[in-house]
């Protein structure tokens, strides 16, 4: 009897039984032998699906990011904020650590997060491998719980609600922006398809 394939043997993230793989039609899902947790599903062109939504949330980032959060209107003043100018006034209210937070978090770790998906995806779709793919594939994993932007999004609808009794609180641009980058960024994560990806490298090589 030959050994198995490497390649087609998978671990059961749940209790560790090592296992083949079986070679499964788009759509359903493997589930382990021993204790039946869903070892993988098999996506129809996830990857693709996973390039396109982010891309979108790529455009939808920026919009995010340029157009103004809330406009508070009190007594015929008008006042409005964008995310940036929002980490600015935490820093001039002597707040340096949570508008440090605030820009990591909302921010920094979601655009370079976009950056990172999109550098793997795009060459992949033509047929290369990325210089740095696999780095850059383990700082994703490792990056993905900082990225807080259903928490801002939170916190902003709490403070427009609260405010909404002492002033006119018009919902910006960027706040339905927000909303909708958080659909779009778990739609890609639930298309992203790790064993897709490496079979796709392994194609290119
Ligand atoms: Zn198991």
């Not at 807080?148 to 427009?160: A, D, N, Q, T």
């Amino acid at each position: 009897m030959s050994p198995p394939n490497p390649d087609s043997l998978i671990a059961c993230h749940e209790c560790d039984l090592l296992q083949t793989a079986p070679d499964l039609p788009p759509g359903s899902a493997a589930c382990c032998a021993r204790c039946g947790a869903r070892l993988f599903r098999v996506t129809h062109h996830g990857l693709d699906r996973c390039l396109a939504l982010t891309l979108a949330a790529g455009v939808l980032f920026v919009i995010a990011n340029l157009f103004p959060i809330v406009i508070v209107d009190l007594q015929g003043q008008q006042v409005s904020t964008t995310l940036m100018g929002a980490v600015r006034a935490l820093y001039a209210q002597e707040r340096p650590l949570v508008a440090a937070l605030v820009f990591a978090t909302t921010m920094l770790v979601p655009a370079i997060e976009l950056f990172a998906i999109t550098w793997m995806l795009l060459p992949l779709r033509f047929g290369h491998a990325a210089p740095g793919l696999r780095p850059c594939f383990r700082w994703v994993q490792s990056a993905r719980p900082w990225s807080m932007i259903e928490v801002f999004m939170l916190g902003v609808l709490v403070s427009v609600a609260k405010l909404s009794h002492v002033a006119v609180v018009v919902p910006g641009l960027a706040l339905w922006s927000f909303g909708a980058l958080i659909l779009l960024l778990a739609a890609a994560a639930s298309a992203f398809d790790g064993r897709e990806l490496w079979a796709r490298v392994a194609r290119t090589a």
